[in-house]
């Protein structure tokens, strides 16, 4: 079975600018959660999605945004880029996303914004 | 708000002693509680989880024990090798989808 994967591996952009990033699942899982993980700030939860839904966000500002497809794949942008915005981002999928689903991780996209 | 709380930071130990990490919660509502390893590059990776149902958990090497009343969770690995070696993240779930976690504990085993 394959794992979560996430394009792209890797990114760089200029402040201003907006950036997408995509997500697909394992098979079958339903609920993709995204969180940013930054050196100062650790692992933060962006959003979650279920079935083309967002259920849940995080605080962070409007310029985070993301969406679901009916395949249940994710992809979250980020407008407007800021430094601050220099993170890996990270993907996680599981069946349902109640509270005791196994969340599988992607490996990630590292943004730099220059 | 919801907060998870991790310490150490960093935990240094030598091969083949014992590891402890751990974490406090601040929502009572908090129901599940999943333990995270991750190495370079990669994403982090569930090792073992507990409910709220339940005070302890073993998985050869690797134990979790939770204590609602405290809030408070932790982390116990026995037997440290060298691939134990990375960073360490508690978490905690309510029923709103939604994953607090905590700073994180990089482990380092000296052979």
């Known amino acids: 079975k394959a794992g979560v994967t996430q394009t792209p591996r890797y990114l760089i952009k200029t402040r201003g600018q907006q950036v997408t990033l995509s997500c697909s699942p394992i098979?079958?899982?339903?609920?993709v959660s995204w969180y940013q993980q930054t050196p100062g700030q650790g692992l933060q939860f962006l959003f979650e999605?279920?079935?083309?839904?967002?259920?849940n966000k995080g605080n962070f500002p409007g310029r985070f945004s993301g969406r679901q497809f009916s395949n249940s794949r994710s992809e979250m942008n980020v407008s407007t880029l800021e430094l601050g915005d220099s993170a890996l981002y990270l993907c996680?999928?599981?069946?349902?996303?109640?509270?005791?689903?196994?969340?599988?991780f992607g490996p990630g996209t590292r943004l730099t914004v220059l | 708000g919801e907060n998870v709380e991790q310490h150490p930071s960093t935990l240094s130990v030598q091969e083949g002693d014992s590891a402890v990490i751990k974490c406090t919660y601040s929502?009572?509502?908090?129901?599940?509680f999943p333990w995270y390893k991750q190495e370079l590059g990669k994403g982090p990776q569930l090792i073992i989880d507990?409910?709220?149902?339940?005070g302890e958990k073993k998985d050869q090497r690797i134990a979790v024990t939770l204590n609602k009343t405290a809030k408070h969770f932790s982390l116990h690995i026995t037997e440290t090798q060298p691939e134990d070696s990375a960073v360490y993240f508690c978490?905690?779930?309510?029923?709103?989808?939604?994953?607090?976690f905590g700073a994180g504990t990089r482990l380092f085993v000296k052979a």
């Open positions: 507990i409910r709220s149902n339940v």
């Open positions: 978490a905690a779930k309510t029923g709103g989808f939604k994953t607090i």
């Open positions: 996680a999928s599981s069946l349902q996303g109640g509270a005791d689903n196994e969340q599988f």
């Open positions: 929502d009572s509502a908090s129901n599940y």
């Open positions: 098979s079958g899982h339903r609920s």
């Open positions: 999605y279920f079935s083309e839904t967002q259920r």
